[in-house]
């Protein structure tokens, strides 16, 4: 059974008032703590799993409401896992996904403090966009590529957490290359447009749009 470890804010949402422990899991792309967050007042799910810490954002309005988060987490995952090679494991997670949900405690104070950092580091990524702007498979990169502490003093990638737990951390170094990439041209897009508001404003043109209501999107 699909075990979906949630907070108190996310049980709201989905009018559960008790919750009981979590259970044992048998599949390796099974147990993910899912949370509640507020992206420019929008409703976001956050969900990260329990092994791995890696993490997909679901706005409510993509799939049609939180009761839909569940089977569209099954979706995100089974596209990036086709997409990396592996496509047996890609149905897997959509069966899984579409089984009903066990939902618990989330009991993993460990995995809710990477979140938390997680929440901190792409803020900035939002900054100056509207919601419908966002670049999610930006945001998924950061994190999956994102260094965190792991056991003892050691630190480790969510992305390579994954492709160990599917047996081909080989494949790690590759997609690495090719996500470094990609997330080095957005961060010249981004700088290139901090430095073009920056222009602006210094110049009084700035305060031209402001006066207009005209945002710098």
């Given at each position: 059974m699909?075990?979906?470890r949630i907070t108190q804010k996310f049980a709201k949402d989905l009018k559960l008032k008790k919750l009981p422990n979590p259970n044992p899991v048998d599949s390796i792309l099974d147990d993910w703590v899912i949370d509640l967050i507020r992206v420019q007042r929008r409703k976001v799910a956050m969900v990260t799993h329990?092994?791995?810490?890696?993490?997909?954002y679901i706005p409510y309005k993509d799939v049609g409401g939180v009761n839909n988060v569940p089977e569209a987490i099954g979706v995100k995952l089974s596209q990036w896992l086709c997409k990396h090679g592996f496509s047996d494991l890609g149905e897997q997670a959509l069966k899984l996904f579409q089984e009903k949900p066990f939902f618990c405690?989330?009991?993993?104070?460990?995995?809710?403090?990477?979140?938390?950092?997680?929440?901190?580091?792409?803020?900035?990524c939002m900054e100056d966009m509207s919601f419908d702007q966002i670049d999610w498979q930006d945001i998924l990169d950061r994190i999956l590529y994102m260094p965190v502490k792991t056991i003892g003093s050691g630190f480790s990638m969510p992305a390579e957490?994954?492709?160990?737990?599917?047996?081909?951390?080989?494949?790690?170094?590759?997609?690495?290359?090719?996500?470094?990439?990609?997330?080095?041209?957005?961060?010249?897009?981004?700088?290139?447009?901090?430095?073009?508001?920056?222009v602006l404003i210094s110049s009084g043109y700035g305060e031209s749009l402001a006066k207009h209501n005209i945002t710098w999107h």
């Open positions: 699909l075990q979906l329990v092994k791995t810490l890696m993490t997909f405690k989330t009991d993993h104070r460990k995995v809710l403090g990477h979140m938390n950092e997680f929440k901190w580091c792409i803020g900035w957490l994954m492709f160990e737990l599917l047996g081909d951390k080989a494949k790690f170094e590759y997609y690495y290359k090719m996500a470094s990439e990609r997330i080095s041209k957005k961060v010249k897009e981004r700088e290139k447009f901090h430095r073009r508001k920056y």
